[in-house]
């Protein structure tokens, strides 16, 4: 089984586990031991409200990146992420409905696509197709595949959503011989008669202009500016880069390039080579590329960070369903520190007794936002965790270096972590524990410094560092 054949079997495990009633839709030959870049799941309508809490906990547990959660006419668009052992990305991207619908077009109802029935099957295939107009091979093989298991029914329903007779002709010979070759020259027409052949419904209409203009405040697109001295250098990068992540941007990935005396309005991200004294300082976004490694080297690099850069941008969207639920207090504390709102910042900070220096990149859960201290200079990943009364830090007032907690940590009430220190991704402090040297991953340390679950290989990690967390 591949990576995603892996992946897509452990998603559905979960969904099992937690007693979600769902249907792999598409092309399910030789599942699970492959499975493609995208697969549909048909989930009780009960059942889609939970559905991006379920999978961003997924995420955590599995050590993946949620880069896009996009809302949709019932349903949520998921695109998860990792890289392989040399560094270059891959992607699951999932589609998870109730009712299957196009536009604002209802074409199948829940309890059809979780029976899954061969016509059902088949039609919510002809028009992904249709609408796509992906014709690989193997996807028209399966059709016809299907096609043959009960033609009358699949014919039934091609009339239902197709009302001329030349275009039912049209697809039910293609179905049955295996010859799409006129259904490909006749795709826009055969995709414009989808959309008239189901009247459009006023609740999915209102729906979908509602996540239209959610989109134009939050748009779900980026435009990435690649910016450095040597043309060719960046157009290489920026080509290479806007190629391997273009499954992260299902509506679209825009770049430009240019040199550090121009400028771009509307810019989400720079990508930044040889950058000068001050540049990074002055711009929030940045993503900054050693120009004096391999071109494989910055590509991943680059990669690395921008699904890094996606993967806050989703919390930051969505921080309830993929951190947790703050309280109101947390959320207005993160807020101010966030967008350096002075006097709000001050006020909520007094009234806390906390004090965060630091850039917050993705919401923290605060579940008792009281008595917090973090030093300007600490670094703080995602999905982390801090309970009351925790301090991160430096060992004294004169001191430049402080700690560098990994994602998903947890940090317990009346922690200290003090210093030049790493604590490593999934790890746990425990409550009142002070920590001055690095906490390798998915470890738990109490008292001080007292590291458990380690399983007696905390020196030997210590000294390899590169295994002591993960960078």
Sequence with gaps: MDDRGYIAQAL?????GGEVEFRVLGDTRGYPDTAGDEIDLAVHPDALRSMPRAVARFCHEFDLQLVQLLREAHGWHFVL???????RPHFLVARVFSDFYVGARRLLRSDELLRASPDVRFIHGLATTVESGDLAAERIAWLSELWHEYPRAAMERIAQLWRKRAEIRIIAHAAKHGDWTRVRSELPRLRRALRRGVRPRLDAVLTRLGILAGRVVQPPEALIAFIGPEPERR????RQVARELAPAFPTGLATVEHGFHEQHDGVDL???LEA???FIRDHEDVVEVDASQTLTVQVSGAERQILRWLECRVEQRYPAAVVGDNPLAARLLQFACRHRVPLLRDLIETVLNCGIECR???PILMPHPYGIVIDRNAVLGNRVTLMHQVTIGTKHPHDAHSPVIEDNVFI????????????GRGATVGANAVVTRDVPSHCTVVGINRVLGSQGGEEQRQVERESVVNI
């Design 412 to 423: 317990g009430p009346g922690a200290k972590i003090l210093g030049a220190v790493r604590v």
């Design 360 to 362: 917050i990149r993705s």
């Design 270 to 272: 720079r990508v930044v």
């Design 276 to 278: 000068p004294e001050g």
């Design 235 to 238: 157009s290489t990068l920026m």
């Design 81 to 87: 992420a990792w890289s392989d052992d040399v560094g």
């Design 12 to 16: 559905f495990d979960r969904l099992r």
